[in-house]
């Protein structure tokens, strides 16, 4: 008689448990500790901008142009006698919402189409695939501009133009998940039984496909930021008067011998926010991927 040996049930913690860990790994990183700090302030700043900034972002006084920094305005005034302390505060909402919409758009559109060329295959992954590849023909940046220049100026624009770019992304890296995941004996097994393929995609290979995705979501906030930057700087981004960080140091250029003080602000925050989710994505890296616990 033949004996025949059974893996014991491995039972998955819930979710609020998994994710919780998920967190407290990530904490546990000194430099992803940082950038979650960063964040956090950031994130507060632009919540709470009107309280935090002490005038409005297009409150002009003529008495006050280009003053160097005082009591009164902590980063000093630009051309227009504006607060540069008080703009660069509230352009935080600006740079965090462009980076977080259009990454979010990117993961709307890239996901499924990941998902319907490595599921399906064949003909149609050749057909998303090389779409995806003309994407890729040019440079991010210069695609960007090119998007833009289309489109025009604008929020919606903006956010419309980088995630088409951060498109491909996610699109080839949820495929290269896809593919490597719908020949397990899980999925085969479910398909055995007659589930249709949305339900198999959405409950035994999305969730499994995940984890490279939320990390690639975070470093391509800190990308989205720095490209609005980009744009507004050579006057494709987010018009004035709002206080977007790239127009504020593309228009401080104009007056850096009189005025150093005018790109500080704006130039500092760009750094510290690609800083931070660029740290944050590197933490959540090491801690969702199983490879690097185990060198670790």
């Known amino acids: 008689m033949l004996e025949t040996a059974t893996k014991p049930l491995v039972l998955r913690p819930p979710l609020h448990i998994r994710v919780g860990q998920t967190f407290g790994d990530v904490l546990r990183h000194p430099l992803a500790l940082i950038g979650v700090i960063l964040i956090t302030l950031l994130v507060v700043m632009a919540v709470f901008a009107p309280v935090i900034a002490p005038f409005g972002f297009a409150e002009m006084d003529y008495k006050s142009v280009l003053k160097a920094p005082s009591t009164a305005h902590l980063f000093g005034t630009d051309e227009l006698g504006r607060d540069i302390f008080s703009r660069t505060i509230y352009g935080t909402w600006l740079s965090l919402s462009v980076g977080v919409g259009s990454v979010l758009l990117a993961i709307i559109i ?23 590849d003309s994407l890729l023909a040019l440079p991010a940046l210069v695609l960007a501009l090119t998007i833009a220049a289309v489109l025009g100026s604008g929020l919606i624009n903006t956010i419309i133009a980088i995630a088409i770019v951060t498109v491909p992304a996610f699109a080839r890296l949820v495929r290269g998940q896809v593919l490597s995941l719908k ?3 899980y999925v085969l097994a479910a398909v055995s039984i007659g589930l249709p393929s949305w339900l198999v995609v959405v409950r035994h290979i999305l969730p499994n496909a995940i984890t490279p995705v939320i990390v690639q979501a975070s470093l391509s906030v800190g990308f989205a930021i720095i490209t609005e930057s980009s744009l507004s700087f050579i006057g494709l981004g987010v018009p004035p008067p709002a206080p977007s960080w790239g127009g ?33 994505g590197e933490g959540l890296r090491a801690a969702l991927d199983p490879t690097l616990k185990v060198s670790t």
């Open 183 to 185: 020949n397990n004996e």
């Open 248 to 280: 504020m140091v593309q228009v401080g250029f104009q007056y850096l011998e009189i005025a150093p003080w005018y790109v500080f602000a704006p130039a500092t925050l760009i750094f510290l926010s690609v800083m931070a989710f660029n740290l944050m």
């Open 110 to 132: 890239g996901v499924p189409l990941g998902v319907t060329a490595g599921y399906l295959g064949g003909i149609v992954d050749e057909i998303l695939m090389r779409l995806i």
